[in-house]
């Protein structure tokens, strides 16, 4: 009976310790809800067409860039938004600029450098620009309206070779340590292109893939769009291979280190816009959370950022309720954990989400 009793005790135990580690190693992520009360209301009659980006300076001001494709019979009776508008943490805008005769025609991802300058990029257009935060150009590479093809034009087919032109840039990040610049260019070219902070073209990698390449984890071929380039605070670039579905991690030379696979939940591989649109960091140092726009699924994706493991998903497809996901083109994080999202094609909104706690991990499969 001793033993007996000794030998329950024992399992109890083990149990116990066994079902201690277990819950210890169930990962956790961030939950989120929708802020109905951000933005404020538009100046009156702005009206925003489809956003290109969403950005967050180091005051906690959060950029975002309308294109100007009013809906047909909102155009005649509205004004297209300003190109950059800036908004408080409480929702107000508190500053707008941009001369659309200058600037692409369809903005395409902002992001700041350590200097807290603004970049921008443009689909359409053969250029990216740099801005002071209130608007000043400092720095265009490229020339408007002509893109990287035998002639020139979105006519010809993409070379993805020049050192003074891109075809359809997508976003640009910039190296804290030299101001190297890194640009996804984008639509067309397959590649990232770098150049040196006055603007000279240094090296590139890149070319197009196919899905069975991505499927194979081949790294530095791109199925169709590099949407996005992000560095970490590890120094890698972290690439949006939009319709591969992954997310590549490259070091600086561009090396490829990894892949972190996006593979989507509701449609089979490889279809619909891609699972890989767009990218941004939790703020903390480590940059614990990777978040990731879905443009197939319509959601927004939360990862281990060190692992590559998908922790959970939020959002529901659509734009005519509130907490909605259309179409996830940019997506930035603020120092308070929240999450901004900027719609195009059909959304044309930015929302933002709140932090409301941490849950344990409820990816669907």
């Known amino acids: 009976m001793l033993r007996r009793g000794a030998l329950a005790a024992t399992v109890v135990v083990i149990l116990a310790v066994s079902v201690k580690l277990l819950s210890a190693a169930v990962a956790e992520a961030p939950v989120f809800e929708v802020d109905p009360f951000w933005p404020k209301p538009l100046p009156e009659r702005w009206v925003t067409g489809e956003l290109g980006g969403v950005c967050v300076d180091a005051n906690d001001h959060i950029f ?18 300003p190109p950059v508008m800036e908004f408080d943490q409480t929702g107000n805008v508190v500053n707008s600029w941009g001369d659309r005769r200058v600037m692409a025609e369809a903005l395409h991802g902002c992001s700041f450098d350590a200097q807290g300058n603004v970049w921008i990029a ?44 891109f075809y359809s840039p997508t976003l640009v990040a910039v190296d804290p340590v030299n101001g190297e610049v890194f640009v996804s260019d984008g639509y067309g070219n397959k590649r990232v292109a770098v150049f040196d902070k006055t603007g000279k073209f240094l090296r590139q990698w890149g070319r197009q893939g196919t899905t069975a390449e991505a499927a194979a984890g081949v790294g530095g071929v791109f199925v169709d769009i590099v949407h996005c380039v992000v560095m970490g605070n590890d120094g890698l670039l972290y690439v949006c291979d939009r319709n591969g579905d ?55 994706r939360v990862f281990d950022r060190v692992s590559g493991k998908e922790l959970s998903q939020f959002g529901r497809p659509g734009s005519h309720q509130l907490g909605g996901i259309a179409s996830p083109h940019g997506i930035a994080v603020d120092s308070k954990g929240n999450l901004y999202v900027a719609e195009s094609l059909d959304g044309r909104r930015v929302q933002r989400f709140k932090p409301v706690g941490v849950g344990t991990a409820t990816a669907a499969r």
């Open 64 to 81: 975002v860039l309308s294109r100007a494709n009013l809906y047909p019979g909102i155009s005649e009776i509205a004004q297209a938004a």
């Open 122 to 165: 443009g689909n359409g257009d053969g250029f990216i620009q740099k801005y002071s935060r209130d608007g000043k150009l400092l720095l265009q590479i490229g020339v408007k309206g002509k893109v990287d093809s035998a002639d020139g034009t979105l006519k010809s087919r993409f070379l993805n070779a020049s050192p003074v032109a």
């Open 246 to 300: 992954r997310i590549q991690v490259f070091d600086k030379t561009g090396t490829f280190r990894r892949n972190i696979p996006t593979p989507l939940v509701f449609r089979a591989p490889y279809t619909g816009n891609g699972g890989a649109g767009s990218l941004a960091f939790s703020r903390d140092a480590a940059q614990k959370y990777m978040y990731v726009g879905d443009f197939s699924d319509k959601l927004i």
